[in-house]
């Protein structure tokens, strides 16, 4: 482990934990007490450490043996299942740190779009198959890689063909598309997946 990994473990290696959260459950806990500090998930092949100011996520690190990963490409990498352990410092030295690791893709935390409204109050089961048709002023979009995400996991992913088409065969339910023109440039838009919308085409027009 070296770089900016190296330097927040020096920074952690006094401070005493606060506590231990499931990945759903850390930004909550984070806005409520207005955190400032660092998050940190050790895995078996991987430590990720999220950056807090405020209660805000604004960097993030993602080490394993390949090297680091860091900002939206470190996020991307978070399974649901990770565990992160808070550690609180002063907000000057978070701020130095996040200078090498920046978020700047916030939709990763929350919704930014919404293309087909959503239903509540409803639950349904099975299986369907999602139609999207990916257009820019009318015009089909094809060669954009298109990801299915879903409480914060990606559950699917594929690239739209010639006429700007993707499809996912998914479970009924409440899901995100995430839309990648590049590295750091990731459109994020909600959506249900009904019975109803099962087999239509879902035109979805991105800005």
Do not use: W
Not at 110 to 124: D, I, M
Not at 154 to 168: K, T
């Amino acid at each position: 482990m070296s770089g900016t990994a190296e330097i927040i473990e020096t920074l952690i290696r006094e401070v005493e934990p606060e506590g231990v959260f499931q990945y759903s459950d850390l930004l909550p806990a984070a806005c409520d007490t207005h955190f400032n500090g660092i998050a940190i998930s050790y895995g078996t092949r991987k430590k990720i450490y999220i950056l807090f100011l405020e209660g805000n996520p604004e960097g993030a690190v993602l080490a394993d043996s390949k090297g680091e990963l860091y900002g939206d490409k470190a996020i991307y990498l978070i399974e649901r299942s990770d565990r992160f352990t808070l550690c609180r410092l002063n907000p000057d030295l978070i701020e130095r740190v996040i200078l090498s690791c920046r978020i700047y893709d916030k939709s990763h935390f929350t919704c930014q779009h919404s293309f087909v409204p959503a239903e509540f109050g409803k639950k349904y089961e099975g299986v369907g198959r999602a139609i999207i048709a990916l257009k820019k002023d009318g015009v089909s979009l094809p060669g954009f890689p298109i990801r299915i995400r879903k409480d914060g996991q990606i559950v699917a992913n594929d690239i739209s063909d010639i006429n700007g088409l993707v499809s996912f065969r998914l479970l009924y339910g409440k899901y995100e598309v995430l839309i990648v023109r590049s590295e750091n440039n990731i459109d994020v838009f909600e959506f249900s997946f009904i019975p109803e919308l099962q087999g239509r085409q879902l035109e979805l027009e991105i800005p």
